[in-house]
């Protein structure tokens, strides 16, 4: 039976200074910061999450998060499918990052699509000496004969390409001029920032210089024109997301960066609304745009019926009568899904607890989807979260709930083993640790190769994922360590 630390502000405060009292005082005193309790404000149904965020991890402390080149490679660039993306650097940053996060795309590998190719340099110590401009220069001139199909090539720089100062910039100038393709140098070198949310922004940035400044494409325009941003399309979640947009009477003329093209990047000014699923990600190419084109942009969140509907209204009022006469008639259309999906599932759901450790939206975004459910998220938290990211997470939240940013792997495993959640959702580097404490858990970093579970047909498959992870009869088999002791 898991212990409520939900409503139990002072019991969950107590956990936070039991926690801490393991550190030494120095190190107690700066991980106070980061962990918190949700309370209640003066403004209705919103809860105050702040805590300490985006700084600096303590050395020798072990921290969940990546690099920036994870960010910006892993994330933003990778997932564009008609251009070669160059890992430019040691061979082991490449391999790790290559085709983590199942960013499903249409197409044919090697030829007009290379998202789940790994290219590298490969750098070796005569590099370092060296230099690697003209190797970096061969090798574009190589994948160039390989793959005739690309549209362009990004330059994704590892640390040491930073330390020695490579001019990738003036070998990205030389090979646009010679092939006439799009080169986009990424300076994301993994020591840059905190956490992998630098490499988000430097991405962003990239986009910025390297595709827009080089100029906006002719396009055809339409008064329902929207792009759909910030969505990776892992395990496929991008395609639910652009049937409901569709199916509401817009025109999605660019879907980035899963399953994307450099040309729907490229025309993206020309849209009437950008539409952004990861704010952390991408909200910098956003309020780039909103400045620069005039485009205005709204979050939205497709986990679960209640939050769909949300969006879609949301979305819709950016419009006319029509489409939003027309969002009314989606949501009706998919009343009877959920009705039956929530019927299957929400008996044998009711009132289990939950806790997030995920990054980017989902720490906020997910809990709805488990109160459609009849879950309690009673603890979440960010691997690189902003303020503003917690400042959001207030609109989701409960009194009570527990927040935790660049949680230590010794405070989540505390944390678990003290309140004794009915499931735990978090990343690969937890997921073996947590089953091992008898705790079921769920990959919320790419689902655990399952998905979709965006929009109204992923909400079905996350309920019975759910219910699979929980209900499972291997936990019947043996008992977690406390209950053992």
Same mark, same amino acid.
């Given at each position: 039976? !898991?212990?409520?630390?939900?409503?139990?502000?002072?019991?969950?405060?107590?956990?936070?200074?039991?926690?801490? $009292?393991?550190?030494?005082?120095?190190?107690?005193?700066?991980?106070?910061?980061?962990?918190?309790?949700?309370?209640?404000?003066?403004?209705?149904?919103?809860? %105050?999450?702040?805590?300490?965020?985006?700084?600096?991890?303590?050395?020798?402390?072990?921290?969940?998060?990546?690099?920036? /080149?994870?960010? !910006?490679?892993?994330?933003?660039? *990778?997932?564009?499918?008609?251009?070669?993306?160059?890992?430019?650097?040691?061979?082991?940053?490449?391999?790790?990052?290559?085709?983590?996060?199942?960013?499903?795309?249409?197409?044919?590998?090697?030829?007009?699509? +290379?998202?789940?190719?790994?290219?590298?340099? $490969?750098?070796?110590?005569? #590099?370092?000496? +060296?230099?690697?401009?003209?190797?970096?220069?061969?090798?574009? #001139?190589?994948?160039?004969?390989?793959?005739?199909?690309?549209? *362009?090539? !990004?330059?994704?720089?590892?640390?040491?390409?930073?330390?020695?100062?490579?001019?990738?910039?003036?070998?990205?100038?030389?090979?646009?001029?010679?092939?006439?393709?799009?080169?986009?140098?990424?300076?994301?070198?993994? +020591?840059?920032?905190?956490?992998?949310?630098?490499?988000?922004?430097?991405?962003?940035?990239?986009?910025?210089?390297?595709?827009?400044?080089?100029?906006?494409?002719?396009?055809?325009?339409?008064?329902?024109?929207?792009?759909?941003?910030?969505?990776?399309?892992?395990?496929?979640?991008?395609?639910?997301?652009?049937?409901?947009?569709?199916?509401?009477?817009?025109?999605?003329?660019?879907?980035?960066?899963?399953?994307?093209?450099?040309?729907?990047?490229?025309?993206?000014?020309?849209?009437?609304?950008?539409?952004?699923?990861? /704010?952390?990600?991408?909200?910098?190419?956003?309020?780039?745009?909103?400045?620069?084109?005039?485009?205005?942009?709204?979050?939205?969140?497709?986990?679960?019926?209640?939050?769909?509907?949300?969006?879609?209204?949301?979305?819709?009022?950016?419009?006319?009568?029509?489409?939003?006469?027309?969002?009314?008639?989606?949501?009706?259309?998919?009343?009877?899904?959920?009705?039956?999906?929530?019927?299957?599932?929400?008996?044998?759901?009711?009132?289990?607890?939950?806790?997030?450790?995920? %990054? %980017?939206?989902?720490?906020?975004?997910?809990?709805?989807?488990?109160?459609?459910?009849?879950?309690?998220?009673?603890?979440?938290?960010?691997?690189?979260?902003?303020?503003?990211?917690?400042?959001?997470?207030?609109? /989701?939240?409960?009194?009570?709930?527990?927040?935790?940013?660049?949680?230590?792997?010794?405070?989540?495993?505390?944390?678990?083993?003290?309140?004794?959640?009915?499931?735990?959702?978090?990343?690969?580097?937890?997921?073996?640790?947590?089953?091992?404490?008898?705790?079921?858990?769920?990959?919320?970093?790419?689902?655990?190769?399952?998905?979709?579970?965006? %929009?109204?047909?992923?909400?079905?498959?996350?309920?019975?994922?759910?219910?699979?992870?929980?209900?499972?009869?291997?936990?019947?088999?043996?008992?977690?360590?406390?209950?053992?002791?």
């Amino acid at each position: 039976m !898991s212990l409520d630390y939900t409503n139990d502000t002072a019991a969950a405060e107590a956990l936070i200074k039991e926690v801490l $009292d393991a550190y030494p005082e120095k190190s107690g005193k700066r991980r106070a910061k980061h962990l918190s309790v949700a309370k209640a404000t003066e403004e209705e149904g919103v809860t %105050g999450c702040g805590v300490k965020s985006n700084i600096k991890s303590i050395p020798g402390v072990m921290t969940i998060r990546g690099c920036a /080149y994870a960010g !910006s490679k892993g994330v933003v660039w *990778g997932p564009v499918k008609d251009m070669v993306h160059i890992s430019h650097g040691p061979v082991g940053c490449g391999h790790y990052s290559w085709s983590q996060r199942r960013n499903y795309f249409n197409g044919t590998v090697g030829i007009d699509s +290379f998202v789940t190719m790994q290219v590298t340099s $490969d750098f070796q110590e005569r #590099d370092i000496v +060296f230099g690697g401009d003209k190797n970096l220069d061969a090798m574009i #001139d190589e994948l160039d004969v390989m793959f005739p199909l690309n549209k *362009g090539i !990004s330059i994704q720089s590892e640390c040491p390409i930073g330390l020695i100062g490579d001019d990738i910039e003036a070998v990205a100038k030389k090979k646009h001029k010679e092939t006439g393709k799009t080169i986009v140098p990424v300076r994301c070198e993994g +020591f840059r920032g905190v956490s992998q949310s630098l490499g988000h922004h430097i991405a962003n940035d990239a986009i910025r210089d390297w595709v827009f400044e080089k100029g906006v494409p002719e396009f055809e325009t339409g008064p329902y024109d929207v792009n759909l941003i910030a969505d990776y399309n892992i395990g496929g979640d991008a395609w639910p997301s652009r049937k409901l947009l569709e199916e509401m009477g817009l025109r999605v003329i660019g879907m980035w960066s899963g399953d994307a093209t450099l040309a729907e990047m490229a025309r993206a000014p020309k849209a009437k609304l950008n539409l952004i699923h990861c /704010y952390r990600s991408m909200n910098y190419i956003c309020r780039h745009m909103e400045e620069k084109y005039g485009i205005s942009w709204v979050e939205y969140n497709f986990f679960g019926p209640t939050q769909i509907a949300a969006s879609l209204r949301k979305i819709a009022a950016q419009f006319d009568e029509t489409i939003q006469a027309n969002a009314e008639k989606v949501i009706a259309k998919y009343e009877a899904l959920v009705a039956d999906v929530v019927a299957k599932y929400k008996p044998r759901l009711d009132g289990k607890t939950v806790m997030l450790y995920v %990054g %980017g939206l989902r720490p906020r975004h997910v809990t709805n989807a488990y109160e459609d459910l009849g879950m309690k998220v009673i603890g979440t938290g960010y691997e690189f979260g902003h303020n503003d990211d917690y400042q959001r997470t207030g609109h /989701y939240v409960k009194e009570g709930t527990l927040i935790y940013d660049d949680v230590t792997g010794y405070e989540l495993e505390k944390f678990i083993e003290k309140i004794r959640p009915d499931l735990v959702g978090s990343g690969i580097k937890e997921k073996y640790a947590t089953q091992k404490m008898g705790v079921p858990f769920r990959q919320m970093h790419s689902w655990d190769y399952s998905g979709p579970y965006h %929009g109204y047909d992923g909400f079905a498959i996350f309920a019975r994922d759910m219910d699979m992870a929980i209900n499972s009869p291997v936990w019947n088999k043996f008992k977690a360590p406390w209950k053992a002791a």
